[in-house]
């Protein structure tokens, strides 16, 4: 099988699941705007800097692929593919907008003229010419799929981390609560973007908490910039930015990973994010915190708790020796060499 993975920012989910395709035989060939050190996995790797290098590059690959796979966001991929190619394109829904905020807050948005943007023309343009899709939790699922009536061939895949890299020999113990994603600031979410519900990533109120509680709480966002670090380096332990295989050794030193907020978002209530597997194979326990559909799958194989305050965590901390024994007898079941065959049925469904 030949397979194009066409991204934007190259996210780890991506190459998640690229990794054990191409194991299994196939080729893969992956177009991306964002460099990535996964790149060395791949046929080949095409790198566009624009839309025109993009659609470029898709024309180079129609006649060398069976199919696209195409991984938002953004999503206009699917469409720019339709325009040069005949071969079956699979959407990855990784996000939408949908999940972001509610119908409530839309029409509330709408009544007091505020912009707000929950249902996208460019996610509902992409969904509904994707041939097939993938979504990251079944939540996700029913709430893209019920707004804009698609019908297509499906299938969840949440973002399981290969076998390849789950960790064995770990660092130095640090201890502590560890948050690993997008953290975002306050003037990213304000005006137009705080009617996104993008203020899912503030984690200022969680800072507040630990540091009131004496709680050590370590972030690991990826970002280096100067409004980031002026903000948050009073707040908590800031650590540098990683290649993957480094940042799972590099969280494998603390006790608890935080999936949720205390910001009760819809967002992170629907999805289950790339952190709660990524903690699972660091071998630390997860937490979660208004994060419904992760609480669901840390419940039901007992590698986590879910609790409603930074104050009650600090009340069942010790909990994460006994979560921690169970996750070892879990974690190959939740790799994603045992789920992947669940993407490959569905491109079987096209060839």
């Not at 080949?44 to 470029?56: K, N, R, S, T």
């Not at 999503?75 to 699979?90: D, L, M, Q, T």
């Not at 996610?123 to 041939?131: K, L, V």
Request: contains cysteine; aromatic residues 10%.
């Amino acid at each position: 099988m030949r397979v194009a993975m066409v991204s934007s920012h190259s996210c780890a989910r991506v190459h998640k699941q690229a990794i054990p395709i191409i194991e299994m035989g196939n080729d893969v060939y992956l177009v991306a705007r964002k460099q990535t050190n996964f790149s060395p996995f791949y046929r080949a790797f095409l790198h566009y800097d624009d839309v025109g290098q993009c659609i470029e590059s898709l024309k180079l690959l129609d006649p060398v692929v069976d199919l696209f796979h195409a991984h938002n966001e953004p999503s206009w991929f699917v469409c720019a593919i339709k325009e040069v190619s005949k071969k079956p394109v699979i959407l990855d829904v990784h996000d939408s907008f949908l999940t972001r905020s509610t119908i409530e807050d839309d029409d509330k948005a709408r009544e007091e003229n505020r912009p707000h943007l929950r249902v996208s023309t460019e996610e509902r343009n992409a969904f509904q010419s994707a041939d097939g899709l993938v979504f990251v939790s079944e939540k996700v699922r029913d709430i893209v799929m019920g707004e804009f009536g698609l019908t297509q061939p499906h299938t969840v895949l949440p973002s399981y981390v290969p076998s390849t890299y789950y960790q064995y020999s770990t660092k130095e113990w640090l201890g502590g609560l560890v948050y690993e994603g997008r953290v975002s600031l306050p003037s990213e979410h304000e005006s137009l973007m705080s009617g996104t519900g993008s203020d899912y990533c503030d984690y200022r109120d969680v800072c507040d908490k630990a540091k009131a509680m004496g709680m050590d709480f370590h972030l690991y966002s990826g970002r280096n910039d100067k409004p980031f670090t002026d903000l948050y380096k009073d707040l908590a332990y800031v650590h540098p930015g990683y290649g993957y295989r480094d940042l799972l050794r590099q969280i494998s030193r603390h006790d608890w990973g935080l999936v949720g907020n205390l910001i009760d978002s819809p967002q992170w209530q629907a999805t289950t994010p790339n952190k709660l597997f990524d903690y699972l194979a660091a071998g630390v326990p997860s937490v979660c915190i208004n994060a419904g559909a992760s609480s669901e799958i840390v419940e039901q194989y007992g590698f986590g708790i879910t609790v409603k305050s930074i104050e009650e965590l600090g009340e069942r901390w010790a909990e994460h020796r006994e979560c921690r024994k169970r996750l070892w007898k879990v974690r190959q079941e939740l790799s994603m060499e045992a789920n992947i065959h669940k993407t490959m049925d569905l491109y079987r469904k096209f060839l």
